[in-house]
Nanobody, 117 residues
């Protein structure tokens, strides 16, 4: 069974940076497009960024383009999210999962990111 352990969140001031990590077990990410999602209070979970299995293609939501960078380490079976120039509207719980994941699939606990002065 797929397992995701997200970490690296925290409280940061506007303009600050965080690097999120996602440790994946139960399957190999080698042939999977992976993504980072976030869910803010009162809102639906949304795909923020994704990376193809070969790392040759990345997608970023307009709201994070130019500030966030997704990467993956096949050897460690991990996915990362570097977040710079954070804004209060980036406050959310962040999750990693396959791009093909559905709400009924397994999701990890996520990691809380709070951007506030």
């Amino acid at each position: 069974q797929a397992q995701f352990v997200e970490s690296g969140g925290g409280l940061v001031q506007p303009g600050g940076s965080l690097r999120l990590s996602c440790e994946i077990s139960g399957f190999s990410i080698d042939a999977e497009a992976m993504g980072w999602y976030r869910q803010a209070p009162g809102k639906e979970r949304e795909l923020v960024t994704s990376i193809s299995w070969s790392s040759g293609y990345t997608y970023y939501a307009d709201s994070v383009k130019g500030r966030f960078t997704i990467s993956r380490d096949h050897a460690k079976n991990m996915v990362y999210l570097q977040m710079n120039s954070l804004k209060p509207e980036d406050t959310a719980v962040y999750y990693c999962n396959k791009v093909a994941a559905t709400p009924s699939d397994y999701w990890g606990q996520g990691t809380q990111v709070t951007v506030s002065s």
